[in-house]
C-alpha cells in the first residue's frame, strides 16, 4: 500500500489553565475554563511516497504540535486527517525515556509500548544495541546519557519498525556526526523505497539533504509551501 499523508483544515486548540499555570492540548469535548489559542489553524497536506518533506518556520511556529498530529500524539479539534502507511516517529530526544531504567530496559518497554509482545521485545534488544551503537552504555541507567546518546537509543528503536513514514523533530540535532550520517541515510533509504520522511528543526543543510519540499509554519498557520530552496528563502529573506 502506497503511503500517503492527506489533512484538511487541520486545527489544534491550546488552552491555558490557571490553576496549573500550563498549556495544554485539548478535545472541544473536554474544554477546560481559560484563555485559549490556536498551535495549529487550517493546515492542509497532501504528503506522497517518495516525499522527503521539511517543516521550517521559527520557534513556537507550530512544526512540532504538526510533527505530533501526524504521530498520533494529538487528535485533531478540527478538520480531518487520514494516514497510510506504518509511522515511526522521534519526537523528543528523551522519547519517553525512563531515566533510572537502563538503555536496555527502556528498549524493551518502548518496544512493548509499541504494540509487540514481551517475548518480541526481549528478542529484539539484540537488534535495538546494534542499531544504537551504545556499546557498554546500553546497559547503564538513561540518567548517565547524553542527549546524544538518548537520540540514539530512541531513533534505535523507532526505525526497527520498519516504518514507510519517518517523522523527526530536531533530534537529529543533538546527534554526532557519525549519528546524523545514519539518520539521513535510513530517511534516504525510506524514500528510495517510496516511503514519506516529514523533518523539522533548524539544521537547513542537513534538511536540504533529506528533503525536496518544505513548508513553512508561522502562528499555526502555512504561510507557504513548495520547493525546499523556495521556502527556505521565503522564511529567511522575508519581503
Not at 6 to 29: C, M, N, Q, Y
Not at 33 to 39: N, P, S, V, Y
Not at 191 to 213: F, K, N, Y
Amino acid at each position: 500500500m502506497t503511503p500517503r499523508v492527506v489533512a484538511s483544515g487541520l486545527g489544534i486548540r491550546f488552552l491555558f489553565d490557571h490553576e496549573r499555570r500550563v498549556v495544554t492540548p485539548t478535545l472541544a469535548k473536554l474544554r477546560r475554563r481559560g484563555a485559549e489559542t490556536w498551535g495549529l489553524h487550517g493546515v492542509d497536506l497532501d504528503l506522497r511516497g517518495g516525499e522527503g518533506v521539511a517543516l521550517l518556520g521559527p520557534s513556537g511556529s507550530g512544526k512540532t504540535t504538526l510533527l505530533r498530529v501526524l504521530g498520533g500524539i494529538y487528535v485533531p479539534d478540527a478538520g480531518t486527517l487520514s494516514i497510510t502507511g506504518r509511522v515511526a516517529s522521534l519526537l523528543s530526544v528523551d522519547a519517553g525515556l525512563l531515566s533510572l531504567l537502563t538503555g536496555r530496559e527502556n528498549a524493551q518497554l518502548l518496544c512493548v509500548l509499541a504494540g509487540e509482545t514481551r517475548r518480541s521485545a526481549q528478542a529484539a534488544l539484540d537488534d535495538v544495541h546494534e542499531r544504537s551503537r551504545l556499546g557498554a552504555s546500553f546497559d547503564r541507567p538513561v540518567s548517565s546519557y547524553s542527549q546524544g546518546m538518548r537520540a540514539r537509543l530512541g531513533f534505535a528503536v523507532a526505525e526497527r519498525s520498519d516504518p514507510s513514514i519517518l517523522l523527526l523533530d530536531e533530534v537529529h540535532e543533538a546527534l554526532d556526526h557519525e549519528f546524523r550520517e545514519i539518520v539521513r541515510l535510513r530517511a534516504e533509504a525510506i524514500l528510495a523505497s517510496g516511503g514519506i520522511v516529514v523533518a523539522a528543526g533548524h539544521d537547513h543543510p542537513l534538511l536540504e539533504q533529506i528533503c525536496t519540499r518544505a513548508i513553512l509554519l508561522d502562528g499555526g498557520v502555512v504561510q507557504a509551501e513548495g520547493a525546499f530552496a523556495d521556502v527556505q528563502r521565503a522564511y529567511l529573506e522575508p519581503a
